[in-house]
């Protein structure tokens, strides 16, 4: 039977970070994002959540952007072509290129709308089992390595069990030797976004003494040669991330030997459909995955929160509590990390309320389009 939708609804919000975020692309405190609403003709309601940024260093998506796509091609097709189950609405939005961003908040919201119509959690849906998922931390690149230094430690404190650094040229070998040092036995991981090219083979090679988890996505953002290039030289493991927007993309890079993790990012792919597909395919080629973070509010996060319920997702993820990022999220209970695990909601869909009032609070554009 075909999900029967009423409307859809596009919540434009912004909402203030507790802290600056640094990373090699820049500085970002501020949060623009939607939340999309999907609501059927019996009164529930779904809920997705867009990661693209205002300006787009990331991919080439921007908020604007994919407030023009939903609205202009997303929900028109969606509105068109009657769907039975949320993994027919990627193959529907195929028609259109990229701008996966777009395409999987409304693909989130479906999928949630799915799981409350079934009466089942997200996670159920997608195939989850865990009932509980285990989360690191990612820190920004700080002004002084004190200041850095003191951030580890008290997000080791609080349990987290992995500790993800974002690093650039010039903030790279000597930041982490200082990190390993004070923190002989802590998991860490590198991030580069990025931010380096094969001549500075030498330098990623001083990498692989410090006994890191991976480094993070160190070459060109569309790269798999290079990386394959890369990995055969030095024996930390490459970790994808910009690089793989598709199952597509997955297979080819695992084929050339281009990395020994990816990082699995829902917004990047298209959508949770996609995200299953690619994470079914790595267990089956023995590549471990973990769920990558956008600065993602509590819609968003829950979302990450469900997709990490499946079986190779054996790495801490980036899913940090709503604390970590927010003085008041939009969903009720907010996510909670305790001793560096979150336990997985088990209600209908992504198992949180909106919190209305914080959600009118934050929006400053609502748009709706009936089906």
Avoid at 53 to 72: A, G, H, L, R
Avoid at 310 to 335: C, H, Q
Wanted: net charge negative; aromatic share 8%; hydrophobic share 40%.
């Amino acid at each position: 039977m075909a999900i029967p939708f009423k409307k859809i609804i596009l919540h434009r919000l912004n909402m203030r970070m507790i802290f600056p975020f640094t990373t090699s692309f820049g500085t970002m405190q501020d949060k623009e994002f939607f939340i999309v609403e999907a609501v059927d003709t019996e009164g529930n309601r779904g809920f997705g959540e867009s990661v693209s940024f205002p300006i787009p260093w990331y991919t080439e998506e921007t908020v604007k952007s994919n407030k023009d796509i939903m609205e202009d091609f997303l929900i028109p097709i969606l509105r068109e072509n009657p769907i039975n189950h949320p993994d027919e609405v990627f193959p529907l939005f195929g028609r259109l290129r990229g701008n996966n961003m777009a395409k999987a908040a409304i693909e989130g919201a479906v999928w949630d709308l799915y799981a409350k119509r079934q009466g089942v959690s997200l996670a159920k849906a997608l195939g989850g089992e865990k009932t509980q998922i285990d989360v690191g931390i990612s820190i920004g690149i700080q002004p002084t390595i004190t200041e850095l230094l003191e951030k580890i430690e008290g997000f080791l404190d609080q349990g987290y069990k992995r500790i993800k650094l974002k690093i650039k040229p010039g903030h790279d070998v000597e930041m982490l030797r200082q990190v390993r040092a004070a923190f002989p036995d802590t998991k860490i991981m590198a991030d580069a976004n990025s931010a380096y090219t094969l001549r500075d083979i030498d330098l990623l090679k001083q990498l692989d003494d410090l006994d890191l988890m991976m480094i993070e996505q160190p070459l060109q953002h569309h790269d798999i040669i290079d990386h394959a290039k890369l990995q055969k030289e030095i024996q930390t493991p490459i970790c994808l991330d910009e690089s793989i927007h598709s199952l597509y993309d997955a297979q080819k890079a695992i084929e050339l030997g281009s990395c020994k993790i990816i990082n699995i990012k829902v917004g990047r792919v298209g959508g949770l459909s996609e995200s299953v597909k690619i994470h079914d395919y790595c267990e089956a080629h023995g590549i471990p995955v973990w769920c990558g973070g956008m600065l993602e509010a509590g819609v968003g996060r829950a979302h990450n929160v469900a997709i990490t319920t499946l079986s190779n997702f054996v790495m801490p993820g980036d899913t940090a509590g709503s604390s970590r990022y927010w003085e008041k999220d939009i969903i009720k209970p907010e996510v909670v990390v305790k001793n560096g695990s979150i336990q997985v909601p088990t209600g209908p869909g992504i198992g949180y309320e909106i919190d209305e009032e914080a959600l009118e609070e934050f929006r400053f554009e609502k748009v709706e389009y009936d089906m």
